[in-house]
């Protein structure tokens, strides 16, 4: 019994900023990485950045310098603050983990996503 749940989505101008969170709960032992993959219509589900337990971090090349990803470890929750949006940063934003649960089975769970629109 392991869940995502997402929030902070919205409608934004564009230059505009967001700061989604997510929260992960459950049977959990361990999450090894969190991150966050969004979906345009029409669009592939690509990756947008993720963050290990030690602190490292990836971005996709369309978001570097604009977005940041964070994690608070003892509130099992990842953030990311999306600064100088695009009109093109509009799609469904869901969380990911990689976790081990306290039945030491390996998930990766994804939570319901969080609509973002940013407007020209």
């Known amino acids: 019994q392991v869940q995502l749940v997402e929030s902070g989505g919205g409608l934004v101008q564009a230059g505009g900023s967001l700061r989604l969170s997510c929260v992960a709960s459950?049977?959990?032992?361990?999450?090894?990485?969190m991150g966050w993959y969004r979906q345009a219509p029409g669009k592939q589900h690509d990756l947008v950045a993720t963050i290990t337990s030690g602190g490292s971090t990836n971005y996709a090349d369309s978001v570097k310098g604009r977005f940041t990803i964070s994690r608070d470890n003892a509130k099992n929750t990842v953030y990311l603050q999306m600064n100088s949006l695009k009109p093109e940063d509009t799609a469904v934003y869901y969380c990911?983990?990689?976790?081990?649960?306290?039945?030491?089975?390996?998930?990766?769970?994804w939570g319901q996503g969080t609509q973002v629109t940013v407007s020209s």
């Open positions: 459950g049977s959990i032992s361990s999450i090894n990485a």
């Open positions: 990911n983990a990689d976790l081990v649960s306290r039945g030491y089975r390996r998930l990766r769970p």
